[in-house]
């Protein structure tokens, strides 16, 4: 059987965005996909609040209130600040729990077209 490499190296040089967040709204974890779509450098993503990025006043609330939820995130749209413009974003994510708490997300992202977003967005409102 084939050695199975590092799991840090297997999420960190995966070509899907891959964020943390934790139960205050902050970023604890992003992959080198994640800063590179958005632009940010390590210092200017990880560490700082998920609100800083938010596009839409309220979209926020109802990603973190799914979350909070215990609900899955599938093909939830959403646009993010990107340093060089709003990038349309297309989540998939879940909560990592600990005795019934949520302690952070498992959140993974992949950059769409415009046009791709509005059929997403389109289909969330059924």
């Known amino acids: 059987?084939?050695?199975f490499e590092d799991f840090e190296a297997l999420v960190g040089n995966a070509n899907v965005g891959i964020h943390c967040v934790d139960?205050?709204?902050?970023?604890?974890?992003?992959?080198?996909?994640?800063?590179e779509t958005l632009g940010y450098?390590?210092?200017e993503y990880i560490g700082?609040?998920?609100?800083?990025?938010?596009?839409?006043?309220?979209?926020?609330?109802?990603?973190?209130?799914?979350l909070?939820?215990?609900?899955?995130l599938e093909n939830y749209p959403y646009k993010v600040?990107?340093?060089?413009?709003?990038?349309?974003?297309?989540?998939?994510?879940?909560?990592?729990?600990?005795?019934?708490?949520?302690?952070?997300?498992?959140?993974?992202s992949n950059e769409v077209d415009p046009t791709i977003f509005e059929v997403y967005q389109r289909l969330l409102a059924k």
């Open 1 to 3: 059987m084939a050695q």
């Open 23 to 35: 139960n205050n709204g902050y970023i604890i974890y992003a992959n080198a996909q994640e800063l």
């Open 41 to 43: 450098q390590r210092d």
């Open 48 to 66: 700082h609040h998920v609100s800083e990025f938010e596009v839409d006043e309220g979209s926020l609330q109802q990603l973190m209130f799914f």
């Open 68 to 72: 909070n939820s215990m609900s899955t």
């Open 81 to 108: 600040k990107g340093k060089n413009g709003i990038k349309h974003i297309i989540f998939n994510s879940s909560i990592y729990e600990k005795d019934g708490e949520f302690v952070h997300t498992r959140c993974f």
